[in-house]
């Protein structure tokens, strides 16, 4: 097992990442503050893990309450989110319950977002069971929801108690998810970390494949280097902002074809691949950049070409995003792989031809 913390004085906390954590209740009870929790889960999960995580907890004298809810991105919305209250006030759950997350990054923004507003604040712990949510979701404390004119518009910051990251999960995770996952790995290379961006370049036949040594470096070098980011700017102030390189353009695209129907990693990668465009339009990459980008994108089988929506359409739903400041869309583009820049100063011409690539 790999440990290491994500540190917020008072509030700092530990990251496990190993085989065979699930089963490991001494892992989990220095950090609960009663002997009671609720895990919230999905159906997909349930059946593969819900047990195993529970039935530790149990023998060491913890109550357990199981909140199994419906799987998917289009799930994760104000409807769902009342389900895991119902729940809570059902069992009488009090401020010193804990709330585990057990899933991907629906899971842990749905359980992260309850346990922010229950009670005014109830501690939670995060169990992530898919690559994208051990690398990135689960990690630094955004929390929420989805709303219909927006992604993760509805949330607060809300930093969990542990982040408990079991890679053995991922040998039931179909392939298009393992991919969608390597998508936010490759990220953290393309932001700030050009060394481990050429060791994915080397590596990721292996990763593809569940080399769990090399999933375990990965998955360990990626929250490095998020945890690094959130302990500098925990409320994306400034530098956090960073790790949404390629999410306005992949957001568009997820709100536009309907969540879930591409994947957030899926969309993440087309979308960087947009931004690489826009800054090679800039003179910030050279072609050469951009190949490099494709071909690694294309190694993790993760689409490289994002749907035609048409330009007014992208810039539509775009300036929803989060990010949009006095009005003025920002980006996250490229200076050179391994260093990023958020930026709203870009022409605005130069963008529309990018967006005028998308196509079907």
């Not at 190949?291 to 490289?304: E, G, Q, S, T």
């Not at 775009?318 to 009005?327: R, S």
């Not at 930026?343 to 998308?358: G, K």
Request: with cysteine; hydrophobic share 45%; charged share 20%.
């Amino acid at each position: 097992m790999k440990t290491l913390e994500v540190k917020l004085g008072d509030r700092t906390y530990p990251i496990h990442i190993g085989q065979g954590l699930l089963a490991q209740a001494e892992l989990i009870l220095p950090h609960l503050k009663r002997k009671q929790v609720a895990i919230v889960t999905n159906t997909t999960v349930a059946p593969l893990y819900l047990e195993m995580l529970s039935e530790p907890l149990r023998r060491a004298g913890v109550d357990v309450i199981s909140i199994i809810l419906p799987d998917g991105e289009a799930y994760k919305n104000a409807e769902t989110l009342n389900l895991i209250y119902d729940a809570l006030l059902q069992h009488r759950a009090e401020r010193s319950t804990t709330l585990i997350a057990l899933g991907g990054g629906v899971i842990g923004d749905l359980t992260g977002y309850a346990a922010a507003t229950y009670l005014r604040g109830v501690p939670f712990i995060q169990v992530p069971t898919t690559l994208l949510s051990q690398v990135d979701s689960s990690v630094g404390g955004k929390t929420g929801i989805n709303h219909p004119l927006g992604k993760n518009m509805i949330g607060a910051f809300y930093q969990p108690q542990l982040v408990l990251a079991d890679i053995d999960t991922l040998k039931t995770l179909p392939p298009r998810e393992l991919s969608a996952g390597l998508a936010e790995v490759i990220k953290y290379g393309l932001i700030r970390d050009a060394v481990f961006f050429d060791w994915l370049e080397s590596n990721m036949h292996r990763l593809v494949a569940l080399d769990m040594e090399a999933l375990t470096y990965a998955i360990y070098r990626s929250c490095e280097n998020k945890a690094e980011v959130v302990a500098a700017d925990e409320r994306e102030a400034g530098e956090r902002a960073l790790l949404n390189l390629g999410h306005t353009f992949g957001h568009a695209i997820e709100n536009a074809m309907g969540y879930g129907v591409w994947l957030h990693g899926e969309a993440v990668a087309a979308g960087t691949m947009l931004a690489a465009d826009l800054s090679r339009r800039m003179h910030w990459l050279n072609d050469d950049d951009v190949v490099r980008m494709r071909a690694i994108f294309k190694a993790a089988n993760l689409p490289i070409d994002p749907p035609a929506l048409g330009v007014d359409r992208y810039l539509d739903l775009m300036g929803l995003d989060k990010k949009v400041v006095d009005g003025k869309i920002r980006f996250i583009l490229q200076q050179a792989i391994g260093r990023s820049v958020v930026t709203s100063d870009y022409d605005a011409e130069a963008l529309r031809q990018t967006l005028a690539l998308a196509h079907d």
